[in-house]
């Protein structure tokens, strides 16, 4: 049914309302192509005397995807989708200005920047990272990991969840005291779905105790 937005007319006669007006409210329903408004307006919810509770939330439909607008947490008027599952997803779409919110996950095949497109899996992203002290503990990370010193340069990483594969990639660099300082070695081994080793060995290839760095890449399920 196609939209016309120049009936009805001043001169339209009221018998002929009901088909031009079904006829618009039709396309408007059925998402015409011919129907193309210049913007549509979300009023916030908060200031509609009785919206539905709670917090202003309307209720959910069957087979219907909602889209409103709302105050958040913050007090500040975003965009919300409430979709049909009972009970029902209520998700932020905007916060202060960006696409998403502290509360929203995200969910993606590809990402692009420009003009590169990047795809995205859990086993070609940073899994787990820590920053370990010579003594073996841990002095930040992105947390999964748990750090133990065995003996003189040699180190336990283990997975507080196990990885899906062995076959995951380690990067593990070693810290130098300053500019001057002699170069030291560190290697990985015996990855396992729940620990992997780290051997760190100075120029000579005595083992010695020194503060690295590790990043595992992949292996997740």
Do not use: C
């Amino acid at each position: 049914m196609a939209f016309d937005k120049t009936l009805p007319t001043n001169s339209t006669k009221i018998r002929n309302y009901p088909t031009v007006l079904g006829d618009n409210f039709a396309a408007i329903e059925e998402g015409d192509l011919t129907f193309t408004p210049w913007q549509i307006n979300f009023i916030e919810r908060n200031a509609v005397p009785g919206a539905p509770p709670p917090a202003n939330d309307p209720t959910r439909q069957d087979d219907t995807i909602i889209m409103f607008s709302k105050q958040d947490g913050a007090g500040e008027t975003e965009l919300f989708i409430l979709d049909d599952r009972n009970p029902a997803n209520n998700f932020q779409i905007t916060e202060a200005g960006k696409i998403g919110s502290a509360s929203t996950q995200f969910v993606a095949q590809d990402i692009s920047f420009a003009a590169e497109t990047a795809t995205y899996a859990s086993t070609n992203m940073v899994a787990y990272w820590a920053k370990v002290a010579s003594t073996g503990i841990l002095q930040g990370s992105s947390g999964g990991f748990t750090s133990v010193r065995n003996s003189l340069g040699n180190y336990t990483l283990t997975f507080t969840t196990v990885q899906g594969s062995v076959n995951y990639g380690v990067n593990v660099t070693v810290k130098n005291n300053n500019s001057s300082d002699n170069p030291h070695i560190a290697n990985y081994h015996t990855p396992a779905v729940g620990t992997v080793q780290v051997m760190i060995r100075n120029q000579n290839g005595t083992a010695v105790d020194r503060e690295f760095s590790i990043s595992v890449f992949g292996g997740r399920p």
